[in-house]
């Protein structure tokens, strides 16, 4: 048995976001165009048979152990096994910005779910996994099944989808946002037309654009400024609820380009879209 594996977990873009309706739980229906990165968080997992239990091995600034994704995912993982297993550490290698509207912690907590079932041989399979993470967020199951994908309901509802792999300059303005303060907002747009089938994110881009932008642009002056800076460039849009933002180029010398001229004080990086995730690029190389 392999006791111990690094696997990345990859960020996400919503290359577009539109909010179609209101449910009665409070909860928005959404349709979104989810695609991966080649960047993101590593995790590591080290099976520790002598002890017992499910430790990460440094805890997150401002993030209690217990309310971490990542031990939420590994201890929801165990209780469905429901047979005695090998204890864990875990080791988060984060790059992603918490709150970036990247899918960092939803990543992770699927590159947990995912590494453990191989290493505590469990065999589920992709649909009882995701399942699983929806439990967890509603952004955990793409990362779960690993391909690009339309996204329905509250995000839940995927149909694979094949954009184009172009290059992004993701950019993380000076601010962190409360995504339920936006979702709360008596400005947002909560009735855009629905989309009847998936698009490849081909034609006319201006047709899709992100809901939260407008109500995210007036309570964030760091956001609407980079947002502005980036547009000269060609399209820029916020992902998620933010505060990350991105503007899609051709190529990777284009993208490096801007990159480099961005303004002082903003953090962010150079990525490439990719419709299969790295994480399962990884874990079918380990089988």
Request: proline share 7%; net charge negative; with cysteine.
């Amino acid at each position: 048995m392999t006791s111990s594996i690094t696997l990345p977990a990859p960020a996400k873009l919503n290359l577009f976001l539109h909010i179609v309706g209101r449910r009665p739980d409070g909860y928005h229906e959404l349709q979104t165009l989810f695609q991966f990165l080649d960047h993101g968080d590593d995790i590591t997992l080290t099976l520790t048979p002598e002890r017992p239990g499910i430790r990460l091995t440094q805890a997150l600034d401002d993030v209690p152990d217990q309310d971490n994704l990542v031990v939420r995912a590994a201890e929801a993982l165990a209780k469905r096994a429901n047979t005695p297993l090998p204890g864990v550490d875990i080791s988060i290698t984060k790059r992603l910005p918490m709150g970036g509207g990247l899918g960092g912690g939803s990543s992770d907590a699927a590159t947990t779910l995912l590494g453990l079932n191989h290493l505590w041989q469990l065999d589920l399979d992709s649909d009882e996994l995701a399942q699983l993470g929806l439990t967890l967020g509603a952004d955990v199951p793409v990362f779960v099944r690993g391909h690009a994908a339309f996204g329905e309901g509250v995000g839940e509802k995927l149909t694979p989808a094949t954009p184009p792999e172009d290059w992004f300059v993701v950019l993380k303005p000076g601010c962190n946002i409360n995504t339920g303060k936006i979702f709360s907002d008596q400005g947002l747009t909560r009735n855009t037309p629905r989309i009847t089938i998936a698009p490849a994110f081909e034609g006319d881009a201006s047709r899709y654009r992100n809901d939260c932008e407008d109500a995210v642009r007036r309570l964030y002056p760091e956001v609407n400024q980079s947002l502005d800076w980036l547009a000269q460039f060609g399209p820029a849009r916020l992902t998620g609820t933010g505060a990350c933002i991105f503007g899609r180029f051709p190529t990777e010398s284009a993208a490096r380009i801007i990159w480099e001229s961005k303004p002082s004080g903003i953090t962010g990086f150079v990525a490439k879209g990719v419709n299969y995730s790295p994480l399962h690029k990884k874990l079918t190389e380990l089988k």
